[in-house]
């Protein structure tokens, strides 16, 4: 049974750029939320798809939106990329809004 | 809004020395509380949640954490350290009338040998 999965494992990026990560939920759960990890700290949680629509969102900008497909993945895109956005970002499936999220590996990403 | 509060960032024990990590929640109500584990470079890997049941939690590796609402405390411990434990630990709560997880500011467990 595959767990979360998601790519690119590294990236490097330049300030003003636009990205975007990929998240595989573990099988069987419908639920993704996205966190970022700056380095040194705790996860914060960015937002949460359900029902390919955002149910809840952390206090990030607008810069940070996200998709969910039909198939429960999901994709994280960051716009206009700033150095602060440098950090890990860690994807997190569930099976329900409120149950216990497993979490992938996560995306390293590197703005220059 | 709930919160969590680890205390201490760094703990150093010894090989097969008691652990204990702290976490203290802000709630008034029980919430559903969670360890996560976090090795070098990887994500995180869930230990044990409390969820309104039993309030002493097992866990995998070894771990537990007793759920105490009159010290509003989940503390994490391990009877016997490995070196295998050393890693990055967060306390995270569920916060009412949300879903997603709000985490601590984590605690670095450093086993020595």
């Known amino acids: 049974d595959a767990g979360v999965t998601q790519s690119p494992t590294h990236l490097i990026k330049t300030r003003g750029q636009q990205v975007t990560l990929r998240c595989s939920p573990k099988s069987g759960h419908d639920t993704v939320s996205w966190y970022q990890q700056a380095l040194g700290q705790g996860p914060q949680f960015i937002f949460q798809y359900y029902e390919e629509e955002e149910r809840q969102r952390g206090n990030f900008p607008d810069r940070f939106s996200g998709h969910q497909f039909p198939n429960y993945s999901s994709e994280l895109n960051v716009n206009a990329l700033l150095l602060g956005d440098s950090a890990l970002y860690l994807c997190a499936s569930s099976l329900g809004q409120r149950e216990t999220q497993y979490f992938g590996p996560g995306t390293r990403l590197l703005v220059l | 809004a709930q919160s969590v509060t680890q205390l201490g960032s760094h703990v150093s024990v010894s090989e097969g020395a008691l652990v204990l990590l702290r976490c203290n929640y802000s709630?008034?109500?029980?919430?559903?509380l969670f360890w996560y584990v976090q090795y070098p470079n990887q994500g995180l890997q869930l230990l044990l949640k409390y969820t309104s049941a039993a309030t002493l939690v097992k866990g995998i590796n070894g771990f537990e954490a007793e759920f105490k609402k009159s010290e509003t405390s989940f503390h994490l411990t391990k009877p016997s350290a490995h070196m295998s434990d050393a890693a990055e630990y967060f306390c995270?709560?569920?916060?009412?009338?949300?879903?997603?997880?709000?985490f601590g500011t984590g605690t670095r467990l450093t086993v020595i040998p």
């Open positions: 709630s008034s109500v029980p919430p559903y």
């Open positions: 995270a709560v569920i916060q009412t009338g949300a879903n997603n997880l709000f």
